[in-house]
């Protein structure tokens, strides 16, 4: 095994960037690709087996450019850009970072941030209809929201409207006091907090009373033709077949519409079938759509959630295994 020295240019401004607080990045990457990493005068050694050596100098050429950009290095940044290079993906962070979507009110970029990511936003540029399919933290809803409220911003749609089906997660809530606005808003906050963290609560009200922007039940559609509008469904896996065909048989001209769910986490009764499921399978290969399938290495919440979601795919597909293992050994 030949040992090889390789030196990159990382400036002492982006330095504590890349390496991380207490160089926690620099030592993970050096434990990733059993290297060595040596910062002096703007200039990193790296020292270890070629081929390793090369990957290292791959994930700190992206981390010292996403810096360059102003970006705050995070460990996810730091967790994907060493996922592509083991994968050998020729596109990497950087070029993944120059897709800007907007900005919160308080001057925050909104980008994708994984492979998957992307592909779903230009996707949603692309098609009239986009399903976000994948677990909770990849970014599905939150995506979505952004690029809605930056179509209407551009006036390229007259108005938004997000819906979700009313089911309690496990729980019933029907006794609670109050009116029916008053009963549903709590399936609808998560719509409400990325609205207001992307277009500020005073310019959400303000549109909402103009009848703009429509926050509302999936039973509140029926009825209706949508033209002109940027429809976000969410938590669509709780839906039921003819729930979804009466909301997709709404959209009208000019609109842009995204469904977005997770398979894995539906609060529908027993023994009912998915509307997202069947909906996936009907609409398969028509023109005009897209089907996204984000999985936990699009997880952009704490590197903890990413793992969470490994760890449950892993424990469901040892689940489905089973069955099959123990009619086996009743057959012998």
Do not use: W
Request: hydrophobic content about 40%; some cysteine; glycine content about 8%.
């Amino acid at each position: 095994m030949s040992l090889s020295e390789l030196m990159i240019d990382i400036p002492t401004q982006h330095e504590q960037n890349v390496f991380g607080q207490f160089d926690a990045y620099a030592k993970k990457i050096e434990r990733t690709f059993h290297v060595t990493l040596i910062a002096r005068d703007g200039q990193v050694k790296i020292l270890g087996e070629q081929a390793s050596a090369e990957k290292a100098r791959r994930v700190l050429t992206q981390l010292t450019e996403l810096s360059r950009r102003g970006n705050t290095i995070t460990e996810q940044n730091v967790d994907y850009a060493i996922s592509l290079v083991f994968e050998d993906q020729e596109e990497g962070i950087v070029e993944i970072d120059r897709e800007l979507i907007c900005h919160t009110l308080q001057g925050k970029p909104i980008k994708p941030k994984t492979l998957g990511q992307k592909k779903y936003v230009d996707a949603i540029k692309k098609d009239m209809i986009t399903f976000g399919l994948g677990p909770a933290g990849t970014g599905k809803t939150y995506l979505a929201m952004a690029m809605a409220i930056t179509a209407f911003k551009q006036n390229e749609v007259e108005r938004i409207i997000l819906t979700r089906p009313a089911i309690e997660a496990g729980e019933k809530l029907g006794f609670l006091p109050g009116d029916l606005q008053s009963k549903i808003d709590p399936y609808l906050r998560p719509l409400y907090d990325a609205l207001y963290q992307i277009m500020g609560a005073e310019s959400f009200l303000k549109n909402s009373e103009k009848g703009l922007i429509e926050v509302a039940p999936l039973a509140y559609m029926r009825g209706r033709t949508l033209d002109n509008a940027f429809i976000i469904l969410d938590e669509a896996q709780n839906t039921t077949p003819a729930q979804m065909k009466m909301f997709l048989t709404r959209i009208g001209f000019g609109s842009k519409v995204v469904i977005t769910g997770d398979s894995t986490q539906k609060d529908l009764p027993a023994g009912t079938v998915s509307g997202l499921d069947v909906a996936v399978k009907v609409i398969k290969g028509l023109e005009g759509i897209s089907i996204c399938t984000l999985t936990s290495k699009d997880v952009v919440r704490h590197p903890l959630v990413q793992k969470i979601v490994k760890a449950y795919e892993e424990y469901e597909k040892k689940g489905m295994r089973a069955p099959k293992a123990n009619a086996k050994r009743k057959k012998s």
